[in-house]
């Protein structure tokens, strides 16, 4: 759906025409079937479910739902490959397989990054210019770590762990496939993946690509499906390793079922990330780190920067910048190149959104939203902030995975530590200032797992990723996620 170039006005006067990504170039079939044993099959009880593009409520395709019988078929097809030629497979030759399916998704980049959009409602630039891009990044290094394994872990002999289940959520589709499949194919396992419910189209895609690249069958299977299907993987005896990236409150059942059993487990979670702006810094950029750091990619990043804590004497100043900043956000078509904030990812989570509004207005706090148009059909959500928070307000403590800012005051270093380390998440923090060593200095005393200075949600296949207390454990990414996935 393209907003009309009337309504793109803003305070400011500027008009965009609309600037649309091309559909033409995308190959979407209308069903898919589960990718088992490298071949794809139709599910043993012959369900489907709708995967729907949420900025239209329009069905994309049918998405095979996989039973229980489903997953043992996939785990044993994982196991068999594993078995019969994954383990004596030369490492250099697994790098192989890594590069070419690394290059083979640069070559498609442009198809990937249409149908992440569209499937999950992301802004077409960040789908082009930060996931698809990065899912290549990770392929290609880990790639360059297979056959180096033991300078990875000098004086021990790093040894694959067999069947590999992974469950990912639906912010990152793509890129949380790759930096689950890339690490562990690098160190010899064998996979199976589920995406998530509602974003499962990119990695069939990518089924479709491993098929193509000649990865013996079985060593990537990927089934698609609900909750149940993710529980009946992590409860699979035959299961070596369970890398989950997603809530954290399935991260707890996950570690209670997992819990005196062999299996190796490593859990990314949720976030409710302190942004610390201290009246040293760069003001102007600051803001745009604010406004990365919350409203690009809907506000649905585990380690969005959803508190805001800014110096007191420099408050009204970055408050008013940032009001300016949200007036120019536009929200909209996830296709159009124009478009900054796309389209919420589903129905129950703008609900979950809007929920924790109203409950920010009723526990006192005041609101304020960006006065852009919105389409008439689909899921959205305005650039939204609060200020008047509290601590204890729900708004500050919970992870809403939207578009809301709560923003909070501070004088001293001593006073937004305390408050920053006030949560029971750690996965990610950000600093601004103008004094590297007051970064240093905060940065060590923040209990995150990740902490940016002077920028916001950067990643890169060679800096690790995870967090501390309920926010996980286990690293992702760089020489550390190899560990996960090595004995
Ligand atoms: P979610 O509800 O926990 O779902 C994540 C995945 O687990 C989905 O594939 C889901 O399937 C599946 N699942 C649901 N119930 C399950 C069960 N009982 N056993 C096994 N698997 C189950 O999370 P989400 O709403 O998709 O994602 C948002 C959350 O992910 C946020 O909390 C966010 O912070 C977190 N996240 C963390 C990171 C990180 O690196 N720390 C990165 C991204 C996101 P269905 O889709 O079919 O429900
Ligand atoms: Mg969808």
Known sequence: MIVKTKELKFSKGWVYAPAPESKEHIQLKSRYELFIGGKFVT???GKYFDTINPSNE???AGIAEASIEDVNRAVTSARTAYEKYWKMTPAKERGKYLFRIARMIQERAREFAVIES??????IRESR????PLVAAHFFYYAGWADKLEYAFSNRKPRPLGVAGQIIPWNFPLLMAAWKIAPALACGNTVV?????TTPLTA???AELIQESGLPDGVVNIITGAGTTGAALVNHPDVDKIAFTGSTDVGKIIQKATAGTNKKVTLELGGKAANIIF???PIDQAVEGIVNGIYFNQGHVCCAGSRLFVQENIYNTVLQKLKDRMETLIVGDPLDKNTDIGAINSKPQLEKINYFIEEGKKEGADMYQSSCPVPEKGYWCRPTLFTNVSQSHRIAKEEIFGPVLAIQ???TVDEVIEKANNTPYGLSAGVWSDKGSKVFDVGKKLRAGVIWANTFNKFDPSSPFGGYKESGFGREGGVYGLEGYCK
């Open 58 to 60: 329009e069905k994309i």
């Open 118 to 123: 569209m499937d999950g409602g992301k802004p």
């Open 193 to 197: 993946l589920k995406p998530a419910e």
């Open 409 to 411: 005051t501070f004088r």
């Open 279 to 281: 009246d040293d810094a």
């Open 129 to 132: 210019d930060v996931d698809i």
């Open 43 to 45: 599910p043993v009880n």
């Open 204 to 206: 069939l895609k990518l």
